[in-house]
């Protein structure tokens, strides 16, 4: 059985290096202000279980209209057994309006098809791919969605009031 709990102040370490193993250092955004924003009441957190183990992590930011998935990750130790799959089902039940940035599956990646498989696994689970392509603070997004619709004016936007002016002035449109 799979369950998301917002996180315990116990967990922050698992959580922290799940983190960094499972995101790029140029995608990662300071964890502080992950967990800031969470306590602050600007953000969830949550611990993703299996049978009750730790298995993943989900990180949103919160508006009154819709939803940022920031992060999802499960433990590689783990991936492969539908965790994240469920894990995101329930996210969107829980936030009815709800979009995830992914990098771009429009540039090449020393990955190979990685990309293409994220890019797949979000649109297997109901998400819609967006008209919507940025830089953001040099990496090059794609957004999708669930609930909700967002242009780029829309998607900066919501940087700028739901994390900073600043974060805002690092994002720029690209034109798919």
């Known amino acids: 059985m799979i369950t998301l709990n917002r996180f315990r102040w116990w967990e922050l370490g698992y959580l922290y290096a799940l983190y960094l193993s499972a995101f790029p250092a140029r995608e990662r955004k300071p964890f502080g202000t992950i967990v800031k924003m969470a306590k602050a009441g600007r953000a969830d957190l949550w611990a993703i279980r299996s049978d009750g183990v730790l298995a993943g992590l989900a990180a949103t930011v919160n508006s009154p209209e819709v939803v940022l998935l920031d992060y999802l990750a499960v433990s590689k130790k783990y991936r492969g057994w539908g965790i994240g799959t469920a894990a995101l089902r329930t996210l969107m039940e829980q936030y009815p309006a709800l979009f995830v940035e992914i990098e771009s599956t429009y540039e090449p990646a020393a990955s190979g098809t990685e990309r293409e498989k994220r890019k797949q696994f979000y ?38 009031e739901h994390y900073s002016p600043w974060a805002a002035e690092h994002i720029r449109e690209v034109q798919p």
Do not use: T
């Open 123 to 160: 649109v297997n689970c109901g998400m819609v791919p967006l008209e919507v392509e940025a830089d953001v603070f040099g990496v090059r997004m794609e957004l999708l969605s669930h609930g909700c619709s967002m242009d780029f004016d829309g998607y900066r936007s919501f940087y700028r």
